[in-house]
């Protein structure tokens, strides 16, 4: 624990040294929220509409508060160490990070914090909060719901990690990085509110589905336990994939300064 509070506080005084830093984080995170939310209030400021695609607005207002917390968990956690993987390799750094006696893997994927973002945690947490208040939630639909957004988690953090680890052959992985942040920002509303082909590719082909709108289900108290089942199957599925693709990666690694 000790030291684990050294690293964040050596992290949070860089962070910090520049006090207008601190300020474009929080108006970055504002920004994020008023997007969210403008757009759940467009789908249901229309007169006569109090749901879309049989949700309720409270019930998507639990969307856009696991998408905001997603987007924490990206912003705090994942993207600081994916985005500095194609710099280790280009760089020749990775070698370094290859030799340390601690997994590799577990190692490029949590040696560096944005503790800047940390303002979305408590936002997506606040909306999902405010949305539960007005609901019906169990205690067995809380505990089903943070079972399955921490197998959402861990698909947001697969998904990143594959993306990343292509930087052993491309180098330069921004884009394709920047293309999942684009269609993730889907998740900001229940799938349902999409057509169904859509709900198809966002369910199927990029399971953005399990992360926001099968917790927020879940929660409710409205999954179905195939979906349930579903979710904890892809994330491991998706950990084990992820994890044979980065080992295949590093055995293929030619360093840069040889």
Not at 116 to 132: K, S
Not at 163 to 187: D, R, Y
Not at 205 to 220: D, E, G, W
């Amino acid at each position: 624990m000790r030291l684990v509070r050294i690293f964040v506080g050596a992290t949070l005084s860089a962070q910090l040294e520049y006090r207008a830093n601190f300020l474009g984080a929080v108006l970055a995170s504002l920004g994020e929220v008023g997007v969210a939310l403008l757009g759940i209030s467009i789908l249901f400021g229309q007169p006569g509409v109090t749901e879309v695609g049989g949700w309720s607005f409270r019930e998507a207002l639990l969307v856009t508060g696991f998408f905001m917390l997603t987007e924490g968990v990206i912003s705090v956690f994942i993207q600081p160490n994916m985005s500095k993987i194609a710099e280790a390799v280009r760089t020749g750094n990775m070698d370094f990070t290859l030799l340390k006696p601690i997994d590799a893997q577990f190692n490029v994927s949590t040696r560096n914090l944005n503790v800047l973002r940390f303002p979305d945690l408590l936002i997506g947490l606040g909306l999902i909060g405010y949305a539960a208040g007005g609901l019906e939630v169990s205690v067995g639909g809380a505990l089903a719901a943070a079972v399955l957004y921490g197998s959402a988690v861990v698909i947001v953090y697969c998904i990143y990690l594959g993306l990343s680890t292509t930087a052993f052959w491309f180098v330069k992985t921004q884009n394709v990085t920047e293309l999942f942040s684009g269609v993730f920002g889907a998740a900001r509303f229940p799938v349902a509110a999409f057509p169904v082909p859509v709900r198809f590719v966002l369910t199927f082909v990029l399971p953005v589905a399990f992360i926001t709108t099968v917790p927020a289900q879940a929660l409710t108290g409205a999954l179905g336990g195939g979906l349930a089942l579903a979710s904890p199957l892809i994330a491991a599925a998706l950990f084990l994939a992820t994890r044979l693709f980065w080992r295949y990666a590093v055995a293929s690694y030619t360093s840069a300064s040889s």
